[in-house]
């Protein structure tokens, strides 16, 4: 197998995957929604009950917070978080547009809601409760900004609602500030969930397709992600009990998650069963994925506060690995995760230091051919001895004729005779496929190339070329291997191999700009190996002639 073909071989791959994904994936019908019931163990306290759900999203008053990263609507109706958008980053056909990630408007939903339950009190606020604000807007003046949402004060309890926005990041405080005032104690419990329906998230396309739905983590599950499909059969296994997880909505890019144990802070779950989590479909045209929290009994005349994160963003590596355990794992990279993800790490250390992604891009797969190049040396070696039998191939087809049995057989005796293995070309480039793979996963996933330039006419690595350059390139450098590879014995092949370069590279004209960069480099420096490799057995060959 040589350079060619496995290019051909890993883009049917790739072609392949993506086309499953994008025709044979059912795509779901979405639903309702309605909150995850936790179960209190040990104790005699009742059960909190679930709150009804009404058919569609209520609204209030909206509240907005501007910071340097995001601007935020807060619905009044239950303290929603029903709006954000992301203000370092702008739509895909549109940059000059902030990128919209939550929202209710022009026929989407993805929002974030919570609440409070308690089986002796049903009426604490819950994402039906409308609140009160003091101001209908809010901007970071500072490191923080705080919104104080305060809902009506029933039985002699009293429920603040605080969300807290810090300058420069996705992560959202949400604090609830609870005193009771009841004359008896009561027992608690908090929701939290993220409702969202199943449409494609905004520029998704063929060529740049990765998990969109539901996805939790536990130590005891590790990273679960339910699709929607799944859903809507009723499946969809994950843990339900953990006191040290998160629950997410993930998607191309960006994602958002509430996060019970926060890697530099304490966890809000004291023990696995005070944890419950639930993702399920629901049924208003939407899905939930949820955390309920059980609390502890709060004493007549005590305040108690409850924080939980809640992140929502882009999943930028060097910012989601700090926030909590196994949220690396939200950048999809597959089942090729484990190469994928190392060599992702390497590409951001790089870039560290050049500052530039599609450098980074360029100085890494240098350093990938590098790192293999005695394998792809092994295999250079092999394809070149074949290539300079090729003549004595033609003597012996033209020899035997139509008896492919004694072709084959002499064609093995030669090999033999040679000291050459067929498969000397083939294995070591089998041994890197997975490697390449993973890049071009850890390439596809990376929300760092989003909109990241490399130079001239290339704005934005994660979209295709503008002017077709690198395809074109790409196209080239294809064609010109064909020359360098020992010619296959067979014509029709011949000719296949000479029409394959044009007719796959047709594929790379849609491919990220970012990607495309990598094969082409890739085959740039494979051509000049391959180069370099023939010419020293060629010169060996005739000093050997000449002694």
């Not at 994950?238 to 996060?259: E, L, R």
């Amino acid at each position: 197998m040589d350079s060619k073909r496995l290019i051909i071989f890993i883009t049917l791959s790739l072609a392949i995957l993506l086309g499953w994904q994008e025709f044979f994936a059912p795509k779901p019908v979405p639903k309702a929604a309605s909150t995850v019931t936790a179960t209190r163990t040990g104790s005699d306290t009742p059960s909190a009950p679930q709150p009804a759900d009404s058919a569609r999203l209520e609204s209030g008053q909206r509240i907005v917070v501007n910071t340097d990263v995001m601007r935020a609507e807060i619905d009044t109706m239950g303290g929603d978080l029903r709006a954000l958008d992301l203000t370092q980053h702008g739509q895909t056909s549109d940059p000059a547009k902030d990128f919209d990630l939550l929202t209710d408007k022009g026929g989407r939903v993805y929002v974030a809601q919570t609440g409070l339950l308690s089986a002796v009190d049903p009426q604490l606020p819950t994402h039906k409760t409308l609140f009160t604000a003091e101001k209908t807007a809010y901007s970071l003046d500072g490191d923080k900004v705080e919104v104080k949402l305060t809902a009506p004060e029933v039985n002699g309890v009293k429920v603040v609602k605080v969300y807290t926005f810090s300058k420069g990041s996705y992560e959202i405080g949400v604090r609830y500030d609870v005193t009771n005032a009841s004359g008896k104690p009561l027992p608690l419990s908090a929701y939290y969930r993220l409702l969202r329906d199943n449409k494609a998230p905004e520029g998704e396309s063929y060529f740049a397709h990765t998990f969109t739905g539901p996805a939790m983590y536990s130590s005891e599950g590790k990273f679960q992600k339910v699709t929607f499909d799944d859903l809507d059969k009723g499946k969809g296994e994950h843990v339900k009990n953990t006191a040290d997880g998160w629950v997410s909505m993930v998607q191309h890019y960006f994602f958002s998650a509430w996060i019970t144990k926060p890697l530099d802070g304490n966890g809000v779950c004291a023990k696995a069963e005070d944890c419950s989590y639930d993702i399920k479909k629901l049924g208003n045209g939407l899905y939930s994925a949820g955390v309920m929290v059980n609390l502890p009994v709060l004493a007549n005349g005590a305040t108690e506060s409850i924080t939980v994160p809640l992140y929502v963003g882009p999943e930028e590596y060097a910012t989601i690995t700090k926030l909590a355990d196994g949220m690396n794992y939200v950048k999809d990279y597959g089942w090729v995760y484990i190469f994928a993800s190392p060599l992702f790490w390497l590409l951001s250390k790089i870039h560290g230091f050049v500052g530039n992604w599609g450098w980074a891009i360029v100085l890494l797969t240098v350093l990938v051919k590098a790192v293999f190049y005695p394998l792809t040396a092994a295999s250079y070696r092999s394809m070149a001895k074949m290539k300079a039998l090729a003549p004595r191939l033609e003597t012996m087809k033209a020899q035997y004729g139509d008896d492919r049995m004694k072709f084959q057989q002499a064609v093995m005796e030669m090999y033999k005779k040679e000291k050459i293995n067929p498969l000397g070309g083939c294995l070591p480039i089998l041994i890197q496929i997975p490697v390449f793979i993973g890049l071009y996963w850890a390439l596809l996933a990376s929300v760092e190339l989003r909109q990241a330039p490399w130079i001239l006419w290339i704005h934005d690595l994660a979209k295709p070329d503008p002017y077709y350059v690198l395809p074109a390139i790409m196209a080239i450098t294809m064609f010109v291997q064909t020359f360098l590879n020992p010619p296959p014995t067979d014509p029709v092949q011949a000719k296949m191999m000479k029409i394959m370069p044009v007719a796959f590279s047709v594929m790379f004209f849609f491919f990220p700009a970012g990607l495309v960069l990598y094969w082409v480099v890739n085959n740039v420096l494979s051509m000049s190996q391959q180069y370099y490799i023939n010419r020293q057995i060629e010169n060996a060959r005739k000093a050997s002639l000449q002694s």
